[in-house]
T-cell receptor, first 113, second 114 residues
Framework: EAQVTQNPRYLITVTGKKLTVTCSQNMNHEYMSWYRQDPGLGLRQIYYSMNVEVTDKGDVPEGYKVSRKEKRNFPLILESPSPNQTSLYFC????????????FGPGTRLTVL | SQQGEEDPQALSIQEGENATMNCSYKTSINNLQWYRQNSGRGLVHLILIRSNEREKHSGRLRVTLDTSKKSSSLLITASRAADTASYFCATDALGGGGGNKLTFGTGTQLKVEL
């Protein structure tokens, strides 16, 4: 089944404790991205990747890192999480550039205490 | 600021009625997409309309695009309780720094009551 998977689905952590949210797609998509969703603000893009080893900042990249060493994986790293990063995070992928249909993962609900 | 802005923010209708949601955007676009999100879950693509298209249909969905007004509408006909969800438009700007990413609006929350 074609899908985007994220892990973990739920995470409660404390300020400053490094964490990684994994994202994997099995559709051989080139384009992958991370979004955060907050009430009243819609989805805001954090980082995106056009292909392996090619990443770029989205609208709200501060406090986040990403890497794209393999085509299927695009982990989101929070080196020192803070409470303002409490949010619902989505990974998405598409065949090529962002104009193609985006396939979204199920979401990761992160709480930083 | 958001490239896409949906209107209304919330909409409540009875089953069987039609639901219309609007999206306005600021800059010229390559295409506009509509997505649906059930509470707390991932977004699901509904329909894509290109800048040279004016209307598109998919099942009970009808999307229009007016590039002169920089606006789009999503019509759901004969709504069902299962249509209850949030609906988002997403735009991809022409050229420049906006060419590689979609920008989502804040969404319309639709509630269809029995």
């Amino acid at each position: 089944e074609a899908q985007v998977t994220q892990n973990p689905r739920y995470l409660i952590t404390v300020t400053g404790k490094k964490l990684t949210v994994t994202c994997s797609q099995n559709m051989n998509h080139e384009y992958m991205s991370w979004y955060r969703q907050d009430p009243g603000l819609g989805l805001r893009q954090i980082y995106y990747s056009m292909n392996v080893e090619v990443t770029d900042k989205g609208d709200v990249p501060e406090g986040y890192k990403v890497s794209r060493k393999e085509k299927r994986n695009f982990p989101l790293i929070l080196e020192s999480p803070s409470p303002n990063q409490t949010s619902l995070y989505f990974c998405a992928s598409s065949l090529t550039v962002s104009t193609d249909t985006q396939y979204f993962g199920p979401g990761t609900r992160l709480t930083v205490l | 600021s958001q490239q896409g802005e949906e209107d209304p923010q919330a909409l409540s209708i009875q089953e069987g009625e039609n639901a219309t949601m609007n999206c306005s955007y600021k800059t010229s676009i390559n295409n506009l997409q509509w997505y649906r999100q059930n509470s707390g879950r991932g977004l699901v693509h509904l329909i894509l309309i290109r800048s040279n298209e004016r209307e598109k249909h998919s099942g009970r969905l009808r999307v229009t695009l007016d590039t002169s007004k920089k606006s789009s509408s999503l019509l759901i006909t004969a709504s069902r309780a299962a249509d209850t969800a949030s609906y988002f438009c997403a735009t991809d700007a022409l050229g420049g720094g906006g060419g590689n990413k979609l920008t989502f609006g804040t969404g319309t929350q639709l509630k269809v009551e029995l």
